[in-house]
């Protein structure tokens, strides 16, 4: 166990450093890219601790699907998602979303420890069935959840989105000839 706390500190390091830049990130194109290295460096965890099934499915999932997901809504947003940097009170009501999530992990580890799991079939065709079956309704909700997600970020953006100007039009007095050369 001892050979794998190097490759496991770095990858805590690395998701823990790319979480923060996630936060921290001026722009929603940066905070996208921060979000693909800690799902990667999530992934990477997962195939240290051999969990090969659940690392590719970080893989395909979030770093494939759900971060470029995140990437189109940037691409729709206008001026291309430029943001303006955060004021006392939006930094203010982080802190405390934060203090309040320490608080009541704190109150999840002091009540008791988890207890024991059974080990059952985690094969990929259990995981399929269980996928598949109980719990399909919620798989397929995601779907209509994000897109939902999408047009209301959009929708919000845009709205608060300065009027355009306009240019004042302009008459010409006679119309332009188009000259060919030979």
Do not use: N
Not at 127 to 147: D, I, N, Q
């Amino acid at each position: 166990m001892d050979d794998l706390f190097g490759p496991l500190l770095v990858g805590c390091a690395v998701a823990l450093a790319s979480a923060i830049g996630v936060v921290l990130a001026r722009r929603p194109i940066y905070a996208a890219i921060f979000l693909l290295v800690h799902s990667l460096s999530l992934a990477a965890l997962f195939g240290i601790l051999s969990a090969t099934m659940v690392a590719v499915g970080q893989v395909i999932i979030y770093s494939g699907a759900i971060v470029v997901l995140f990437l189109f809504v940037v691409t729709l947003l206008p001026s291309g998602g430029r943001e303006l940097g955060p004021t006392g009170s939006r930094v203010a009501a982080g802190f405390i979303a934060g203090g309040g999530l320490v608080v009541a992990l704190a109150a999840a580890l002091a009540a008791s420890s988890p207890p024991p799991t059974t080990s059952g079939d985690l094969g990929i065709a259990a995981v399929g069935r269980s996928l598949f079956s109980t719990v399909l309704v919620a798989f397929e909700l995601t779907a209509p959840l994000l897109l939902v997600a999408i047009i209301g970020a959009v929708v919000i953006w845009r709205r608060h989105e300065p009027a355009p100007r306009t240019a004042p039009v302009q008459k010409v007095a006679e119309a332009r000839r188009v000259v060919m050369h030979r």
